[in-house]
């Protein structure tokens, strides 16, 4: 009796709260393991209607109807739902943690080369780390790849060493994990760090000035968080903790081009957003050339004053990326004429000039047929070729834009499109 007992208890041991997977071990379908503090479950699951297995990590204490995956792996290698029987999770003969089907397809997910054994635990961080058993070294970890979602203590980065870079990319909707649109990515030279769409440039924070990054004010300091940018001859990355680590939050890049910080309210059992970013604005050249931005506006782009949609169509359907043109060419040679923009924040890319007063400056513009406006402020700002990123505010700074006198006449006896406030210089 009492050795049934004891291999009653041993068994159960082997099947209930375990944090690692051991050499030998398999974990099926309907298995998981559990981080040794309940925090983190990791297993197979298929998003919403999805036909797919994966593997992932999601959070234990949030119920199955709101499940929130925070990592997952063979994101471009899904399983069908057809092999659920016999698919499994397990560490193979050369100490690498592999997805098997179970009928001869196999998805390496680390791929280190040890000859000793190893084992890999999930840890209450939502870490999922592979050791060797007996230098007990990393050999490799889940936050080192992550997938959307940038937890407290991850990094986010470079690794010079060894060129690895830690960065989030978007899935490609809710129910496919496939590497989506968007990913994130720290420019190690100039310390911003970039939304990206595909390969094109969506968003910048602006550059780390020690404390916060300028387009980013709401990553200073704070009564939740605490971020860290960390730069030395090794690694460059950002990385950030909780203050209360009992806290639930996550970061997600999100499919529509979006970072969100959400907290979890233990109150109601749901996410809160604590930010998100980019603002329509600062998507970068949201509005194409020669267009301001508002956020609160709708729709949230308009053309300068002088300027038409380039394509009406795409304008109408709120794709405003090819920018506004102008309705009259410039004549060059000082004949044409300059319009004050009022509160706006300035374009991109100026070119300064120093110049004793708003004068001289004007002659400046005014002078090369390739400047489109000008702002006279302590020195002498040029915009050559196009005009982006011009942000309307509440109060803000004002520059001189270059228009046909023709345009001007039409301005004056008030058929012009007259949104803008604005006078003759
Ligand atoms: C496998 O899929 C079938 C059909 O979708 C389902 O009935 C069964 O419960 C699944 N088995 C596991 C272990 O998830
Ligand atoms: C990292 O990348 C750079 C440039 O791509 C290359 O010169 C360097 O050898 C690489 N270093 C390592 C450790 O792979
Ligand atoms: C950079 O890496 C080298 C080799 O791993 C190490 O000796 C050095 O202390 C590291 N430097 C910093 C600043 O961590
Ligand atoms: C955040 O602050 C805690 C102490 O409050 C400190 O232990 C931790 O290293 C800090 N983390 C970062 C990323 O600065
Ligand atoms: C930390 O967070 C937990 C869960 O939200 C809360 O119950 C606890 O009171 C907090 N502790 C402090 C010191 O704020
Ligand atoms: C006008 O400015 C552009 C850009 O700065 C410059 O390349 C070009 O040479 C200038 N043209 C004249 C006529 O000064």
Sequence with gaps: MRILVLLFSSFLQLCYALDAIKKGERLGVSQTIVSSGGHFEL?????GQSKNLYVGIWYKKISVYKRTVVWVTNREYPISMSFNSSCYLSINKDGNLVISDGRGMSYSISSVSTRSSTSATLLDSGNFVLRDTISNEVLWQSFDHPADTFLPGMKFGTDKRNNRTWSLTSWNSLEDPSPGGFSTVLDTSSSEFLIM???QKFWTSGRWNGVIFSQVPNLRLNDIYNVSFVS?????????DLHNTSMISRSVMDTTGKLKKYLWLDGTKEWAL????????????????????????????????????????????????????RKS????????LFVLVNNVKFPVNFESLS???????KQACSRNCSCNAYAYKGNCHLWMGDLLGIEQLERGDY???????????LINSGKADNHLSSKLN
Excluded at 329 to 336: A, F, I, P, W
Aim: aromatic share 14%.
């Design 355 to 361: 110049a004793l007063d708003s004068e001289q400056c």
């Design 197 to 199: 769409k595909g390969s």
């Design 329 to 336: 060419s410039l004549q060059c040679g000082g004949k044409d």
């Design 232 to 240: 030395n001859e090794n690694v460059t990355y950002l990385t950030y």
């Design 43 to 47: 297993g197979f699951f298929s998003p």
């Design 399 to 409: 520059i001189f834009l270059r228009v046909a006198a023709s345009e001007l006449q």
């Design 274 to 325: 604590f930010w998100d970013l980019p603002r329509p604005c600062q998507v970068y050249a949201l509005c194409g050339a020669f267009s301001t931005c508002a956020d609160m506006q709708i729709p949230n782009c308009r053309c300068l004053q002088g300027f038409e949609p380039y394509s009406l169509r795409d304008w109408m359907q709120q794709d405003w990326s090819a920018g506004c043109v």
